[in-house]
């Protein structure tokens, strides 16, 4: 049997498991929403990073890369790793994806998802909606033991052009990060 994982966040460009096909493509009546805190990887406990995670939104489409794992071993290893990688993140849904805009069929039943919820209770990291300049303050300051929460987001809207995908609140947010940084830098403050 075929696994499939879909990717929306850092898994577009760096999977992290062997794969034997990586196909571009969306899934629908999703938004990308900069909404899950991260204090394992962009952040800490103390001062979370943002990270993304999906929200319901009809009509919408959510684009990124499903990678399709076939072999027995490297399907359990991706799910060991997944699991790790992903456990800030609540619920895994399976999803149709699709490639082509025009089509009703999904080019793919069942690609793996993993989101982080809204639930406060079970998803103690979800930060929810603030005002863009807030979310971008936040994600300027935190950083966490892979690195500066800026850079996933610069990373992430520098993958979603590799794969022509322009995702508005990605690029209003990188542009109000430039802009801090910007700010930060003509005042003399650390960058």
């Not at 001062?47 to 939104?57: D, I, K, N, Q, S």
Request: proline letters at 5%; a negative charge; one cysteine or more.
């Amino acid at each position: 049997m075929v696994m499939w994982v879909f990717g929306y966040g850092s898994l577009i460009w760096k999977a992290g498991f062997n794969y034997d096909d990586r196909l571009v493509g969306f899934i629908r009546n999703y938004r990308r929403v900069f909404y899950q805190g991260s204090t394992d990887h962009r952040g800490t406990p103390e001062f979370p990073g943002r990270t993304v995670t999906l929200e319901p939104a009809e009509g919408e489409v959510c684009w990124g890369v499903a990678y399709r794992i076939s072999d027995e071993e490297d399907q359990r290893t991706a799910i060991t790793y997944l699991e790790v990688r992903e456990k800030q993140y609540d619920q895994k849904a399976y999803l149709d994806f699709f490639t082509d805009p025009a089509a009703i069929t999904p080019a793919v039943s069942g690609v793996v998802v993993y989101i982080g919820s809204p639930e406060k209770k079970i998803n103690q990291n979800y930060l929810g909606p603030a005002p863009l300049e807030d979310i971008a303050r936040q994600i300027v300051l935190a950083e966490g033991p892979s690195g500066p929460n800026r850079d996933y987001l610069f990373q992430l809207e520098k993958a979603l052009l590799q794969i022509g995908c322009e995702d508005k609140h990605v690029k209003d947010l990188a542009d109000e990060v430039r802009r801090l940084l910007s700010e930060r830098k003509l005042k003399g403050e650390e960058a």
